[in-house]
């Protein structure tokens, strides 16, 4: 399994989360921009105790596919279809915990760009907020443009932003890569929009 901090050191890069804004007219835009992620994100970053962020490029995908194992055909088929993939990871410490009303910032800024909220795994015999995910897309037609699945746990938040020309059935495989989580078709619960 491909993890962050494998990738991380693959990329070797250390960046402050960007807190930068582009307008985007939604799911009319042309590509996914690796670069942007919503203003909270600089809050969130401020208030980490460690952050970590890191972009792989489609030549550094390349090299991650084929550490995917042989009987794995049909996840490096879908990560050669990536054309990017962006990574932040804030860790709070013991005392701290993400600030809710941020975190739900994040989450509303990707709804006004656009995006189509899928998908909410959570872990219903654990805490609040204890190991909950959410999924966005961008479609184009039948196809996922880029897609964006933002975890968050009582001591850390990871956003990941995929660009690239996907089916829904590749992002099923890419669980459990770039930080992505992994989790079974029973964790998956449909959402109304945020």
Known sequence: MLTCALLAALAGTTLAASGQSHPQSGAAANAVDLNWTPAAMADLSAAAAMKSSFTLDRNLLALAAGMVPSSEPETR????????????????????MANETEVAAVREAYHRRGWKHMVTTTDPKAPLHDNTADVWVA????????????????????????????????????????????????????????
Do not use: Q, W, Y
């Open 77 to 96: 088929r879908a990560i050669n279809k990536i054309d990017g993939v962006s990574v932040h990871v804030l860790r709070f410490g013991t005392e701290g």
């Open 139 to 194: 479609m184009d037609g039948t196809n996922v443009r880029g897609s964006v699945v933002l975890v968050e746990s009582p001591k850390s938040l990871t956003l990941v932003t995929v660009a690239g020309n996907l089916s829904p059935i590749d992002l099923l495989r890419l669980r459990g890569h770039f930080g992505i989580p992994r989790f079974d078709g029973s964790d998956l619960h449909e959402m109304k929009e945020r």
